[in-house]
């Protein structure tokens, strides 16, 4: 029975071949994701669109919250310590450092308390958002506005909010989900994307913003 010699083997063709398929493989991916991201939200996928917000809104809102909790916690130190502020350099000196430790460790605690409340909302909201994409099976501003709303219905409701309060909650989110959400309809529409409702109700087909400026060049250099 004949052997095989791994020295007569061309490795250099096998290596080759190798690499090649691997390198075709990885663009097959890349072009696969870019596919599916394309039609997605801001042109990112859902988990990382959310993932995104999630995090934006967390350092957002931890560095609302450390500013905020500075300045209480500043006011509450003077406050406490009005009665025996210090007279002398050594005094001031040692006032302004334990101060600082003070505002340092509540500002941190309110940084990290504010974050979290944010980012959670926030990945809430864009959760849900990508949720009714999903289920419904399109991606407009009636997605974002309940995508608003719910969570701030919500909060209300465990909060024990009054109706007054919780109205004007409502209502306040459902104007920044309208906002936001046709806002998104614009970029999507922008970039070339069908959105239904421009499409069905108004007749207006989705066209890359550069094709659009190519067809008005050309209809005005045939006017000229």
Not at 53 to 75: N, R
Not at 101 to 129: D, H, P
Not at 145 to 159: D, E, H, R
Not at 170 to 194: M, N, P, T, V, W
């Amino acid at each position: 029975m004949a052997t095989i010699n791994p020295d007569d083997l061309d490795t250099t063709n096998l290596n080759a071949q190798s690499n090649a398929e691997h390198i075709q493989g990885i663009y097959d991916d890349i072009q696969k994701i870019h596919e599916e991201s394309f039609n997605s939200r801001l042109g990112l996928p859902a988990v990382a669109r959310v993932t995104l917000f999630t995090l934006g809104g967390a350092i957002v809102g931890g560095l609302g919250g450390m500013l905020g909790g500075w300045t209480d916690a500043s006011l509450k130190y003077l406050a406490a310590n009005s009665h025996r502020l210090p007279t002398s350099y050594n005094g001031w000196f040692f006032y302004h450092k334990r101060k600082t430790y003070y505002c340092t460790k509540n500002a941190m605690g309110q940084a990290f308390r504010t974050g979290a409340k944010v980012g959670g909302f926030v990945g809430i909201m864009f959760s849900l958002e990508a949720m009714l994409d999903y289920v419904r099976g399109q991606a407009d501003f009636a997605n974002t506005m309940v995508a608003t709303c719910l969570p701030g219905f919500t909060y209300a409701w465990f909060g024990k909010m009054s109706k007054v309060q919780a109205r004007e909650l409502i209502h306040k989110g459902g104007k920044i989900g309208l906002l936001l959400g046709l806002s998104q309809d614009a970029l999507q529409y922008i970039r070339g994307i069908d959105v239904w409702y421009l499409n069905q109700w108004f007749g207006i087909k989705p066209m890359k913003l550069s094709e659009r400026l190519r067809q008005y060049a050309g209809e005005k250099g045939s006017v000229l």
